[in-house]
């Protein structure tokens, strides 16, 4: 199980071949919709893919993602992609950083940066930790995945083996956000004996479902948290109903055009991040069009849609109960434009809540959204212990 150094070349013939695709992109018509209310208004996502097919350079996002310390690793027949930064401090902390979906491992670069080397950032370069940013599996350079039922239980696994076998880390703490959550807790509650702690930037706890809280449930000032989960909702239900009951039938239109996937995914950016409507003024163009080429020049963006399967699979089921208690210390860091909540008495009651943030900004992708901010967090969270 050794990790070999990686670097990202995606054949000449299939960039072109992407462009030729968005070239001849076919769009269904849209009316009444400049509002968004039926989906992505196909004006904005028209000036987008132009700009996609003519002007974003993947070769320089390649460069600039080339320059970051690459490896793959397979583990149970599964092949693992991840980014290593190590980090400066004298007594460097391991972390691994997890993302979700529609994520990629470049969500947590720019925090993951900050927490490595944080002198460089005006901090104290002895908190430096050694960072690794692993790709879901199924997800971008993590692939072919050719196994079902490899969901966040399964994954935690694969994770516990890739920094104590693969790296040689004997104890690591973990932070995610969505699916990296969801992870990150399978972590903290079956495999605690080597984690320092968890850190979510999605406020869930094992077992119980957000759509079931009602107001009472919330203190005073956690009001707002009700407003805004029910005006993430619609998206919500409409991508998590299609994931979980059939992935493949959607993964066949997504996978034949770029279009398509970039419309499923930008949608989910702009309606969940902080954005207000310009979700171009958060991500910028040129970061949205190289998610949309990782998914795409990788192909992808099916065996990423299966995890809604694996998880949401009644026959398998969740590995975590409403009863389950994770011991490991515990720390949130919250968006304000995220798509679930939870309240903080219920955080308490089910984790050794150790830290509990609210974000002036940013929403479901909020390392992406606000690095500084959530790699302060995170530090603060892990010097305390």
Known sequence: ?????????????????????????????????????????????????????????????????????????????????????????????????????????????????????????????????????????????????????????????????????????????????????????????????????????????????GRGFDASMFAEDEQWMIARRDAAAPTVVSHITVHMNDPQTLAYALADSPAGTAAWIWERRRAWSDCDGNVEAVFGRDGLCTLASLYWLTNTIGSSLRIYAEWFNPASGPAMGAQTRIKVPTGYGIGPKDIVFLPRKLAAEHCDLRRWTVFARGGHFGPAEQPAAVAADIQAFFRAL
Do not use: K
């Open 1 to 209: 199980m050794q990790p070999q150094a990686f670097r990202i070349d995606i054949p000449d013939a299939l960039l072109e071949d992407m462009r030729a695709r968005l070239r001849a992109t076919r769009l269904p018509g849209d009316f009444g919709n400049d509002n968004w209310r039926y989906g992505v208004e196909q004006g904005w996502l028209e000036g987008m893919l132009h700009y996609w097919a003519e002007d974003y350079d993947w070769r320089a996002a390649e460069a600039a993602m080339n320059t970051l310390p690459h490896y793959r690793v397979t583990i149970d027949d599964i092949p693992i992609h991840f980014v290593h930064l190590r980090g400066t401090g004298r007594h460097r902390r391991p972390l691994i950083l997890t993302h979700g979906w529609p994520w990629s491992f470049l969500d947590w670069v720019e925090a993951g940066r900050r927490l490595a080397d944080p002198g460089a950032y005006g901090g104290d370069p002895e908190d430096g930790c050694d960072v690794v940013i692993p790709s879901l599996p199924g997800f971008g350079f993590s692939a072919p995945l050719r196994q079902t039922g490899i969901g966040p239980t399964q994954i935690a696994g694969l994770w516990m083996r890739l920094m104590t076998e693969a790296l040689g880390y004997p104890r690591f703490g973990a932070a995610g956000g969505d699916w990296g959550a969801m992870v990150t807790l399978e972590m903290g509650c079956h495999h605690h004996t080597p984690i320092d702690g968890i850190y979510l930037t999605l406020p869930v706890v094992p077992g119980l479902d």
